[in-house]
Each structure stands twice: as structure tokens, then as C-alpha cells.
């Protein structure tokens, strides 16, 4: 079984940064990417971000472009969610997930992954 614990939320300005972690208890062939999601109130759950273990290779959603960056430490099997810039609109529960994820187009759904984190607050205030 594998858990994720998501550290680093908080409140912070808009134009802050704030740096979310997520660390996995173990590594398995059923956990081959990461991905970062967040949920407002009243809205559903949507993609941030993800990142595959194997290639580094990463993928963000249009509205983060730019702002925030995903890197992964292998060694301590913990994935970073970089957020510079953070406006008002970024407010939200953020949770990492885990999955065995094969297609590009599987990345952003949160139905492709199996393992979710407790979920951590960010609340960015104007």
C-alpha cells in the first residue's frame, strides 16, 4: 500500500511562493507518476501538474504555466510543487497523487491514479 503525506501549504500574499512536498512510502511498478491536483469550494477537483519517476519529463495545466514547477527527488521518493506567482484564483486544497500512468493523455485525469494524498491548504489572499 503505498501513502502519500503532502507537507508546505499555508497562507501566503498574492505574488507569494509557497512549496508544497509530497513524500511516497515506497515505490512500486503501480506508482510511475505523480501528479498534483487542487479542488476550490463548490468546484471540482482539477489538474496541476505531473511528473513521471522514470524520464523527469513533467506536464502542467495552461493555467500554471509558467508559475509553477514540479521536480522529484527519486532517492527520497518525494515529488515538489514549486508555486511562484500565486494569484488569488490558486486558493485551494491541493492533493498529489499516484499512478501507473502509460499515455500522455492520462496524465491530467484523476481517475488514472490510485493513490491520493491527505490534501494540504493554500490560501493566497489579494
Known amino acids: 500500500q503505498v501513502q502519500l503525506v503532502e507537507s508546505g501549504g499555508g497562507l501566503v500574499q498574492a505574488g507569494g511562493s509557497l512549496r508544497l512536498s509530497c513524500a511516497a512510502s515506497?515505490?512500486?511498478?503501480?506508482?510511475?507518476?505523480m501528479g498534483w491536483f487542487r479542488q476550490a469550494p463548490g468546484k471540482e477537483r482539477e489538474f496541476v501538474g505531473a511528473?513521471?519517476?522514470?524520464?523527469?519529463?513533467?506536464f502542467y495545466a495552461d493555467s500554471v504555466k509558467g508559475r509553477f514547477t514540479i521536480s522529484r527527488d527519486n532517492a527520497k521518493i518525494t515529488v515538489y510543487l514549486q508555486m511562484n506567482s500565486l494569484k488569488p484564483e490558486d486558493t485551494a486544497v491541493y492533493y498529489c497523487?499516484?499512478?501507473?500512468?502509460?499515455?500522455?493523455?492520462?496524465?491530467?485525469?484523476?481517475?488514472?491514479?490510485?493513490?491520493w494524498g491527505q490534501g494540504t491548504q493554500v490560501t493566497v489572499s489579494s
Open positions: 511528473v513521471s519517476w522514470s524520464t523527469g519529463v513533467t
Open positions: 497523487a499516484a499512478g501507473p500512468i502509460l499515455y500522455v493523455s492520462d496524465y491530467g485525469r484523476p481517475t488514472t491514479y490510485d493513490y
Open positions: 515506497i515505490r512500486t511498478s503501480s506508482t510511475t507518476a
